[in-house]
């Protein structure tokens, strides 16, 4: 079924090609310039080249016009002596096959939770503390070092990262279960 | 009969009376009054502003005011906060430090602002001025740590040491126990920008236990939330307080904690820092959040519920800086809740993203103008724009002072009709009869500067991008723009024409800064020669502009006046452009 939706425009080959960068980006490493030529009107968003994530924009030196230190103040200490990412495999229910992401390169939960609604093109609803994600049948989910399923959003995000094994979307009752007090 | 009384004043009343009179505006047009005034004023003027370090030389600056205590410079062009303007191209505070070190004895403040400042200079500070007391640097950079050890050391009376968004070559923390003992004086420290994970944190803490009269105090993202609380208690005088790092996986009664020491702040009316912010935590903020006039939310990436949780509670607010996480819905909570709003930022989360991932859009703007008709400063980052919602912002808003619009995609027309956002910025110009600063974004035609030129009179300073269509754009504002000081456009198809035909406009101005437009190489040496008070500096970081052909345009160039002319510490890649049609190097 799944496989049948995905393929209702073209081949989608794209999405089952093996590549490196990060999930949901394209690959056209676009030269910086600080010239920009095109004239693109606002509401033309290119739908008609592909349906998973926009390209990258080609970056213009100083545009748009951000102090450096705003723009690094965004990761929080991305670039610090650790190195390596926190990479952990992140699976959608219904989905054919699993995606990779690291936790590092996201500074917090909404980050985390838009990309991972890019990735699968889908909603994931409000989150309270008390009721969990609202207003759609997905709810995401971790396995934490302890081997338990939790709901994403509970803890500080600095202990999550720390303490996520692998992330789960769960779909329909399964998920509203789990957001329902628990 | 009383022209004979005005003479007959002695030297020291008409000083006296001067003494009254602390703009800089004021002094100068009472030292253009006569010879005598002249010189009265100039023995007793106190404060010097100096806008663009170049434009006079230090010795002339000390010959003609001797006794200045307290000293303002400004280096680099604006455009050097968004790497236009290549490392190396100058504003350098030593040989101004090392010319008020002998003439200056009893020098006690210097304000600077993005400029070149070396641990020689601060050590010369440091050793040369018995009496100092204020140190800013604003976006400055070139010192380490060592020099603030020297600074710290060396000035036994020092009130305030402000490095705002400074880079500082962050060795150590320890800098910090550079302050003796003794010294209780201190009454204003940001640290903010100051990268370091160790901040000598104990040393930190009993500083500000011995300096009664701290009114401000801002701390730099290594230190901790577990930490505030002692802080705190120890500093309930605080009026402005930037927190470090607000993230913590504590338990539970270190938010009591907090919230208890927040709340024995009573005077806490400015808040900012809040970096890698836990929610959980921002309910320890809400006791003081009644004072609050300015917030800084703008490093705070949490989400709506919380931060409407957050402004609602601020009824006094006058000052917020925000991510566009707060999206429409938040700037509608703050435009019911905080009437007295005078100046809103919201920046990007996401500058480089290209798609939108919140809901932040020109309607939320539209929504603060008419729910805060005392707002005088807007800065406003989103990804599309209407003249209707200008045309609303401009007729809800008329005290604007300052309107900075930054449409993320180049040349965005208004998303509904299509067309140019000409008419919106035009409404700005119209209605805002006091604006001062403006920058501009989104797709604009020649029009947009007609409209700028015709009404913009008390604009001061315009910032322009990706836009216009001719000369004519650039020649509307050089012609109309009476009170114009400080211009910086960048890839716009502005030429020739225009320039040469206002040069004498440029005189009346602090700066002209264009880049990636089509003025010509022989234009800037016409300039040069044609306009000796003028410094025509061509930024070309390739080749000698001279390899070319002359009717080749620049990358980039700077043109302000001077009464000292051309500059000696240009690096390789600046040519001035002097009197004989030369270029200098």
């Known amino acids: 079924m799944e496989g049948r939706v995905a393929y209702e425009n073209d081949l989608n080959l794209k999405a089952t090609e093996l590549r490196l960068g990060l999930p949901g980006t394209h690959e056209e490493q676009q030269a910086v310039s600080s010239r920009v030529g095109n004239n693109k009107r606002p509401n033309d968003e290119s739908d008609d080249q592909n349906e998973t994530a926009p390209p990258p924009k080609a970056q213009i030196v100083g545009w748009p016009p951000i102090r450096s230190y705003r723009k690094n103040n965004y990761q929080p200490k991305k670039t610090e002596s650790d190195g390596g990412g926190i990479y952990i495999k992140l699976s959608m229910d219904g989905a054919p096959y699993l995606r990779k992401i690291d936790l590092k390169v996201y500074s917090g939960y909404p980050e985390l939770l838009k990309a991972v609604e890019n990735m699968f093109k889908f909603n994931i609803g409000e989150y309270s503390e008390r009721e969990g994600y609202k207003g759609s049948d997905y709810a995401p989910t971790y396995e934490d070092k302890d081997g338990d399923w939790m709901l994403v959003g509970d803890v500080p995000w600095g202990m999550f990262i720390t303490s996520c094994k692998r992330l789960r979307i769960m779909k329909g009752s399964e998920a509203r279960g789990l957001g329902c007090g628990v | ?585």
């Not at chain 2, 004023?41 to 434009?55: Q, S």
């Not at chain 2, 641990?119 to 604003?138: G, P, R, T, W, Y």
């Not at chain 2, 604009?459 to 009476?482: I, K, N, P, Q, R």
């Open chain 2, 1 to 585: 009969m009383q022209k004979k009384m005005m003479y007959s004043f002695p030297d020291d009343v008409l000083e006296h009376v001067f003494s009254f009179i602390q703009s800089d505006k004021d002094r100068n047009a009472v030292s253009a009054v006569c010879k005598l005034w002249y010189e009265i004023e100039r023995w007793c003027r106190r404060k010097v502003f100096i806008g663009n370090c170049y434009a006079v030389s230090p010795r002339v600056v000390i010959k003609r005011f001797p006794e200045v205590r307290s000293i303002e410079l400004k280096g680099k062009p604006h455009f050097a906060d968004f790497n236009l303007v290549p490392d190396g191209w100058g504003g350098y505070v030593l040989p101004w430090i090392v010319e008020m070190a002998g003439a200056y004895p009893c020098l006690e403040e210097i304000r600077l602002k993005r400029m070149v400042v070396t641990d020689e200079s601060l050590e010369l500070i440091a050793k040369s001025f018995k009496n100092f007391k204020v140190l800013v640097l604003f976006s400055c950079e070139g010192f380490s740590t060592d020099g603030l050890a020297a600074i710290a050391a060396g000035c036994k009376n020092l009130r305030e040491l402000d490095l705002r968004e400074s880079e500082v070559d962050d060795l150590s923390g320890h800098w910090l126990t550079h302050f003796p003992e003794t010294c209780t004086s201190l009454v204003s420290l940001n640290i903010s920008c100051l990268g370091s994970d160790e901040v000598s944190f104990s040393a930190l803490e009993r500083l500000v236990g011995r300096c009664p009269n701290l009114k401000s105090l801002r701390l730099n993202r290594a230190v901790t939330l577990d930490k505030i609380a002692n802080i705190l208690r120890r500093a309930p005088q605080l009026v402005d307080f930037g927190t470090g790092n607000y993230a913590s996986e504590l338990p539970p009664d270190v938010l009591l904690n907090l919230a208890g020491a927040f709340s024995s702040c009573k005077e806490l009316k400015s808040l900012s820092g809040f970096w890698d912010v836990v929610p959980a935590y921002l309910p320890a903020l809400y006791s003081v959040c009644s004072r609050l006039t300015s917030l800084n939310l703008s490093y705070a990436t949490i989400q709506n519920p919380e931060i409407i949780k957050l402004v609602s509670r601020c009824p006094s607010l006058q000052r917020l800086l925000v991510l566009d996480y707060i999206e429409d819905s938040g700037l509608e909570a703050l435009a019911s809740s905080c009437k007295d709003l005078q100046e809103l930022r919201v920046f990007p989360s996401d500058p480089f993203g290209g798609e939108p991932h919140v809901s932040l859009t020109e309607q939320g703007l539209v929504t603060v103008s008419l729910g805060c008709p005392k707002l005088q400063s807007i800065l406003y980052f989103c990804h599309r724009m209407t003249n209707a919602a200008l045309v609303t912002i401009a007729q809800s808003c008329p005290n604007l002072t300052r309107f900075r619009l930054c449409i993320i995609e180049p040349k965005t027309a208004d998303y509904l009709t299509l067309e140019p956002l000409d008419v919106g910025f035009g409404a700005i110009v119209e209605h805002c009869k006091d604006l001062r600063r403006l920058s501009l974004s989104g797709l604009l035609t020649d029009r947009v500067f007609e409209y700028i030129g015709t009404y913009a009179k008390k604009l001061e300073m315009l910032s322009v991008a990706f836009a216009g269509d001719s000369d004519l754009g650039l020649h509307h504002v050089l012609f109309g723009c009476e009170s114009l000081r400080k211009l910086e456009i960048r890839d716009c198809p502005f030429g020739d024409k225009a320039l040469l035909a206002n040069a004498a406009k440029l005189e009346t101005m602090r700066s002209l800064w264009m880049s990636s437009c089509t003025v010509s190489f022989g234009a800037c040496k016409l300039l040069g020669q044609k306009m000796p008070r003028l410094n025509v500096e061509v930024i070309d970081e390739t080749e000698p502009p001279d390899s070319r052909p002359e009717s080749c345009p620049v990358e980039k160039f700077y043109i302000y006046r001077s009464v000292s002319g051309p500059r000696f510490d240009k690096p390789p890649f600046v040519w001035t452009m002097d009197e004989e049609g030369k270029i200098m190097h």
